[in-house]
């Protein structure tokens, strides 16, 4: 047995279903490994299928596929290090999340996950059967534990490894960011290390994957819960441990600390990247987008931008007869400073024509919200028109507080195939803003400076479907709509909780009446990035017929 025993530690961006080029990618962080006289290289949970696969991976020709896979990949691996990477095995009638040991041209071992999350986006009590607590993997060096993701978020399979003769925890991961979760990861990670006494080993996923971010963002804990070694977050990379036994006892020796920045970089870096990912995966080059002249629009074109480069982003401008000069001028600014392409489709024509086709039905009656929603509506027509003809997806625009309260026309400006700031309060946009404005980094294609003029984020806020009209005429201040919002949807309080923090009675009911009356349009709209613990889809699950309210 060596004194000293390398681990490569491969955080990477695998893509659902691409099962050979998944292999590819653990092909080409093996060989860096082995170049790098590795033992050993680890991948995260599941990585060989991607992640979340959701009823994928109920399919028997894709599990026994991605089986096939990995037996193939053991064979590419058979001389030189260990690989260890996550995959599905299936043993008898049930399915488990697997952690497999390569070795010498073929599967030498495998853990099944114990712990099975069923929460938030998690539903895997659904999908995969529990596993018992696998025994430590024997190696040249270390004998290794692998408490599979979910598993080391509680005492139980950590400690039986460990009462089982294992000296070292290597925690593979596909955990997707929500915001601030990195020190809940790393806090709960150190309690492990101190309940055992051993180093921990933490490689998780990276990558977008629908409206998930895999951040990444690995590390390894030496004895007593001190860091040894920090990876970058929101990016692929290789990082080499070397463990050394010292005294019996095995200790991580020091590493690069990559510094991860501020929650409003890593909430705008989660947009940019989940967008990149999707339309890279999904196989579209171009987006596009209408631009209001608000800050909605704006920001989305920014992030895309940001994403694809300003080469691939198209904005349309869509006036009507209530599009201020001010509208028209912002939105220039916001193409001008990002030098993408910038069409104008005036909708003045077609909402007469459709008026008129329905002026004998409508007869009589006066203009309301139908008349609003018409122009919306043509908008959405217009730009999906668009996104067919030329092959570039459309991208909605709705924030968090529009999405909650249904302050957006189905049909109409929620039309799209992704929307980035779906979990993005109207606060916080304005926030992002800002940031954006002032900050620049490599992973941005846009350019640096102010992307977003003052003017539009200093404005108040308008759909501009009627003269003079302003948000705030339909909905409470968005500072009162987002706190009341933040306390029903994200934290479930209750009316009563509300009003104890100071929120008038009867706005606080009203905004329950929108959230909850506005479901079937939630049900219908494009996905987004998800920001927090309790974005609207998996996280957050209503039923859209419900007629219970909350009388407290």
Known sequence: MTDTYRITLAQLN????????????????????RDAGAQMVALPEMFITGYQTQDLVRRNAFILDAVAAIEKLAADCADGPILMIGGPAVEGVKLHNCYYMLQGG????RA????????NVFDEVRLFSRGAIHGPFATQGPRIGTPICEDAWYPDVAEAQVESGAEVLLVPNGSPYFRDKFNIRLNNMVARVIENDVPLIYVNMVGGQDDQMFDGGSFVLNRGGKLALQMPIMEEAIAHVDLIREGGAWVAAEGAKAHHPDSLEQDYRAMVETLRDYCGKTGFKKVL??????????????IAADALGPDNVRGVMLPSKYTSQASLDDAQGVVDALGCAFDTVPISGPVDAVGTALAPLFDGLAPD???ENIQSRMRGLLLMAQSNKFGEMLLTTGNKSEVAVGYATIYGDMAGGYNPIK???????FDICRWRNANHRPWMKAPAGEMIPVSIIDKPPSAELRPDQRDDD???PYDILDGILTMLVDDESSVADCVAAGYDRATVKKVEHLVYISEYKRFQSAPGTRLSRRAFWLDRRYPIVNRWRDNG
């Open 106 to 109: 073929k599967i030498a071992g």
């Open 14 to 33: 695998p893509t659902v279903g691409d099962l050979a080029g998944n292999a590819a990618k653990a092909l080409d962080a093996w060989r860096q490994g």
């Open 289 to 302: 987008l209408g631009l209001s002249g608000g800050i909605d629009s704006a920001i989305v074109a920014v």
């Open 369 to 371: 919200l139908t008349e």
């Open 423 to 429: 979990d993005l309060y109207k606060t916080r946009v």
């Open 112 to 119: 099944d996950k114990f712990f099975l999350p069923n929460y």
């Open 474 to 476: 339909s909905l409470p």
